[in-house]
């Protein structure tokens, strides 16, 4: 069946009655809910200033489950930075001091970046309705278990506080938790896929890009890598 409309949030919204509905997108084979969807359009209008426009071509029903094959396309100029040469790749972070100076904790305190000296950290890049990020936190619980206060954990997401409170009070993910942090995360550090996972050193600087946990030697590998940084942290 096709739909000639183009999809606006709030025509997003109304679709949404009984019935789960996810979109699927050009060149992509992963089926994305309306956050996930939002999320990066929103990226591409922070990072270039151009808007994009979905349009429905297709719609398919199974159960209890809508399916919309989305085309889209774009609005507005393309905006680089005034710096034309510079690469926006997570490489060139490497060995950079992480780039905030404060940002809004679960509880409306401010995480300064002088919070993380001193000892490593691990940051751990997530959203509400990501499966593979909830598939995680018990892995990421346990190693926050283990290394206790020897290491910064800290959990950061675009959603709301409102949402994360909701979301924590079915789901356990014990880390310190930064909210409403999409510019930091999509701008700064150029996170375009989560899970994502990153170390610091004890100074702040960006150690690494580490991805997800998948599976127990992910999990074990990565606390051996943990471990190293604690190590180094002591020379």
Known sequence: MKLLFTITLSLLSSYVFSQTTLYKVPSSKELLKKEQLEFHRDEVEDRFGMRMNYKAVEEKVTGDTTILSLSYNFSGLWRLKDDFEVDYSQDNLIGQTIPFTSLKRLDGSELKLEDL???????????T????CIQEMPALNR???????????IAVTH???KKVREFLKKREFNFDHVVDARKFI???LFIDGMPE???????GEIIAFKGGIHGEKAEKRMINEIQNLIDQATL
């Open 117 to 127: 000296k001193g000892k490593p950290t691990v940051m751990n890049f997530w959203f």
């Open 186 to 188: 999509t701008k700064g």
């Open 159 to 161: 959603n709301s506080s």
């Open 197 to 203: 996972i990153i170390f610091l050193d004890k100074d």
């Open 129 to 132: 309705s990501c499966a593979p």
């Open 143 to 153: 190693i926050k278990n283990q290394f206790k206060d020897q290491v910064n954990f």
